[in-house]
DNA sequence: TCTGGGGTCCTAGGACCC
DNA sequence: TCTGGGGTCCTAGGACCC
């Protein structure tokens, strides 16, 4: 906890929402929902317009549906959104090399780091001026919190909401915090909630009357000690500009669930191949597989195997996951497959010192584990680990960075369909709601809707007045997709990531 | 038409070692 | 052949966040 404000925490303002509506002038001031649009699709970020209705992100769409029928319904755009997440990330890099992202719409900055405030008034004007810069730039607002700890600029931050900034001057945190729920404190969702007003714990204050022992009998070691930290004002966490990434995973709801066990095991099969493309073009390799089913009932299981070895080798992961499916009962139907990769080692076949590196330490765990060697042996099945890295190693030559672009179009947000689909829905989906086009007469627009056989686009851009809609066949040969224009007159946003 | 996708961190039990 | 404590690794599950 410092003595001066000066860790500043940014939240843009409903941020896919907002992005839209900055896209597509007919859609500023009403409401408009960014989400998966398929039968199990979810709520991503509601307008505030949309919240209004009772719209919050997490909702079933269906739900969000009943609540606001005329709200905008789009596909998220991920690759638009990260684009204006690169640029405000980049005025954020102005005030400090300390930038720590949190995601596209989120990050702390550490402010005396890099020397642009020192006391309240300085801090203030450097959110400000901040804030100012985010709008000029990308048209868009953020929310800003200052104070002298993480948890404390980011209550701030929330408090700020919307196109705001909140000061927690350093001294008044306690007052402040005290009357508040619990809740509020981040790390506290509802299970959590819901176990301390069991126990008569509903407040902050509730909290510090509680003591830190009463809180780690119920909460546990971790989790209470922190809650206990947290509920004084107490977080000495610093800004952290590099976080490695500790895992990496692809998992996809189906629009029915599956019972087809080759099927099954078809999908579970492509989704390692997505994995391992997502690792390799991360620069990463790892040693354990991760395999994810969620059942018709929704209970959710995981099934995990260590190799000896990393591997970012896609046959590796495959029969490794291929394996773990072996473990698992099927019966009933699912609803969701995942693949994750974890423990992840720095470099990929590429790097090939690294690799004959970890190869002389298998091969000496190998001999170790018959004489003094330490910890753990082997997992179950993690023979072909070692053998098959080496095979792997030439196939994975030519592969490498691009191999991760294939993920980088891919909209996390939409389930997938059940059964291959037919031209007419394969045109279709390449008319995406809210994804933009041009066309060879109208100009620039974006997709409203799309459905048997027709496609409805409105002709605006981000700086032009509302635009009217025209109604075109699927396979109109004068309309194409096209790159999202800037946001902002002169501005060079827009272009895919 | 109930409930996405990509992450992080923690707990708890068992194996294994010293 | 009875007790024991500490530490690491692995697996499975759960809470939480955006």
């Known amino acids: 906890m410092r003595a001066a404000p000066t860790i500043l925490h940014l939240d843009m303002d409903a941020f896919f929402a907002a992005a839209e509506q900055a896209s597509k002038p007919s859609l500023r001031g009403k409401p408009v929902v960014v989400g998966g649009l398929g039968p199990r699709g979810v709520v991503a970020t509601a307008s505030y317009e949309a919240r209004r209705f009772g719209v919050h992100s997490a909702m079933p769409m269906a739900q969000a549906r009943r609540l606001a029928p005329n709200a905008a319904y789009l596909v998220p755009r991920f690759a638009f959104y990260r684009a204006i997440s690169g640029q405000v990330m980049e005025l954020l890099g102005r005030l400090s090399p300390l930038v720590e992202p949190l995601s596209l719409d989120e990050a702390f900055v550490d402010l005396e780091a890099g020397g642009v405030a020192e006391d309240s008034a300085s801090a203030r004007a450097a959110g400000e001026q901040l804030r100012r810069d985010i709008l000029a ?27 705001g900034l909140v000061l927690i001057e350093p001294g008044t945190e306690r007052e402040l915090l005290g009357p508040r729920s619990v809740r509020i404190i981040p790390g506290i969702g509802p299970a959590t909630g819901e176990h301390l007003r069991r126990a008569g714990i509903v407040t902050v204050t509730d909290v510090v009357e509680a003591g830190e022992d009463e809180l780690v009998r119920l ?17 000495d966490r610093p800004v952290v500009a590099e976080r490695d990434a500790k895992s990496v995973s692809v998992e996809d709801t189906f629009d029915v669930d599956l019972h087809d066990r080759l099927r099954i095991r078809l999908e579970v099969e492509r989704l390692a191949e997505r994995c391992v493309a997502r690792l390799r073009g991360s620069g990463h390799s790892g040693r354990t597989i991760v395999l994810k ?18 591997t970012d080798d896609p046959m590796v992961v495959r029969e490794a996951a291929a394996r773990l499916l072996e473990l698992v009962d099927t019966t009933g139907g699912v609803r969701l497959l995942g693949v994750g990769v974890s423990g992840l080692a720095d470099y990929t076949q590429e790097d090939l010192f690294a690799q004959a590196e970890a190869e002389a330490e298998a091969r000496e765990a190998e001999l170790g584990d018959e004489g003094e060697g330490r910890g753990g042996g082997p997992a179950a099945g993690s023979s072909a680990g070692g053998e098959e890295r080496v095979a792997g190693a030439g196939a994975g030559a030519g592969a490498g960075a691009g191999a991760g672009a294939g993920a980088e179009g891919d909209a996390g947000a939409g389930a997938v369909p059940a059964a291959p689909p037919t031209a007419t829905e394969t045109a279709e989906r390449r008319w995406a709601a809210g994804h933009d086009v041009r066309h060879a007469v109208y100009g620039a627009g974006w997709v ?3 459905g048997v056989g027709r496609v409805t686009v409105r002709f605006e851009e981000p700086t032009s007045a509302p635009g009217r809609v025209r109604t075109f066949p699927v396979d109109d040969p004068d309309l194409e997709p096209s790159e999202p224009l800037p946001l902002v007159p002169g501005g060079a946003t827009g272009a895919a990531a």
């Open 219 to 235: 909460l546990g070691r971790a989790h209470g000690a922190s809650l206990y930290r947290m509920a004084l004002g107490h977080d």
């Open 137 to 163: 730039v990308t048209g868009l607002t953020g929310s800003v919190g200052l104070a002298g700890s993480k948890m404390l600029a980011k209550i701030a931050s929330e408090e700020a909401k919307p196109d």
């Open 293 to 310: 089913v969620r059942r018709y009932d929704f209970s959710t299981l995981t099934r995990s195997e260590t190799l000896r070895g990393p």
């Open 448 to 450: 409203q809707g799309s």
